[in-house]
């Protein structure tokens, strides 16, 4: 492991031991309780959930539920188990039926509750997302059938007008196939892990992450034109100007990776000097 790259993983590490520990654990009366709905803008709505510093209240990243004429589109679905969850927190505030699934990235807390949506479902993530959840457990055996079909490259469309729907890809960071949302008519985006929380970088390098690349990664979804408000992969709802100084905070955090190797000091010797910049504080 380069040592540049030793922070932001022992961060992506920890978060990531979380999750297999909620998988196997199953949900909790606390976390299900943690699992609210809430209005962001009209017809869409998250289901929160505590993030991983409560292990005991752990529900998964935050579910973006857009209603539009068609059905309810799902962004993420929270660890296993969570699906009835979710589809009794939609009833809340629609009848319509859940009729597609985007997954923003591969981790078993946004696509854990896929299967309790059936087969018929659409679910659409990146096509290196595909091939990530393909080689997960969760997806073998008979919920081979869960894998998404349907994948895109760069950018995809869904939808017209007030139920349109941008898909982005911007290159690696949180993994190599981390999906932006943008719900175009509400100037809203759903990040997905690559703004999890306000933290050092989360990666997870054995499916292709990179903290060194995610810094431009963000700063190209922080350009997407006509968005304010952010839905984050597990914190409450931001802003576009909070995207942007995370952009800029991780860029701050490589650069300063890459100055210490130059420098020649040891993992330690950077870890023991390493400080937020006053600017990022918070």
Do not use: C
Not at 51 to 60: E, K, L, P
Not at 86 to 107: A, F, G, Q, S, Y
Not at 137 to 144: D, I, K, V
């Amino acid at each position: 492991m380069k040592r540049g790259l030793v922070l932001g993983t022992l961060i992506g590490v920890g978060a990531l031991s979380l999750v297999v520990s909620g998988q196997a654990q199953g949900p909790s009366a606390e976390a299900i309780k943690a699992a609210q709905i809430e209005k962001v803008k009209d017809n869409l709505y998250i289901i929160t959930g505590s993030g991983a510093d409560n292990q005991a209240t752990f529900s998964g990243g935050n579910v973006a539920v857009f209603i539009t004429d068609a059905g309810v589109t799902l962004v993420d679905t929270k660890l296993p188990g969570f699906g009835p969850t979710i589809l009794e927190r939609i009833k809340t505030v629609t009848n319509k039926p859940v009729t597609r699934i985007i997954n923003t990235h591969t981790h078993g807390d946004h696509t854990g509750g896929n299967p309790a949506f059936g087969a018929s479902v659409e679910t659409i993530v990146h096509e290196n997302t595909r091939a990530n959840m393909a080689k997960m457990p969760e997806f073998s055996g008979a919920n081979a059938k869960f894998v998404p079909k349907r994948t895109y490259k760069d950018k995809l469309t869904l939808g017209s007008g007030k139920d349109q729907i941008d898909l982005y890809y911007f290159g690696r960071g949180h993994t190599n196939g981390d999906t932006f949302v943008v719900f175009t008519a509400l100037r809203t985006m759903h990040t997905g892990d690559m703004f999890a929380w306000k933290a050092l970088p989360y990666v997870d390098a054995e499916n292709g992450g990179s903290v060194l690349e995610q810094p431009q990664s963000l700063a190209k979804a922080a350009a997407v034109p006509n968005v304010d408000t952010i839905i984050n992969g597990h914190i409450p709802v931001g802003t576009i100007s909070d995207l942007k100084t995370y952009a800029d905070f991780t860029q701050d955090f490589a650069d300063f990776a890459r100055a210490s190797m130059k420098a020649g000091k040891t993992v330690e010797q950077a870890a023991a000097e390493y400080k937020v910049a006053p600017r990022f504080k918070g």
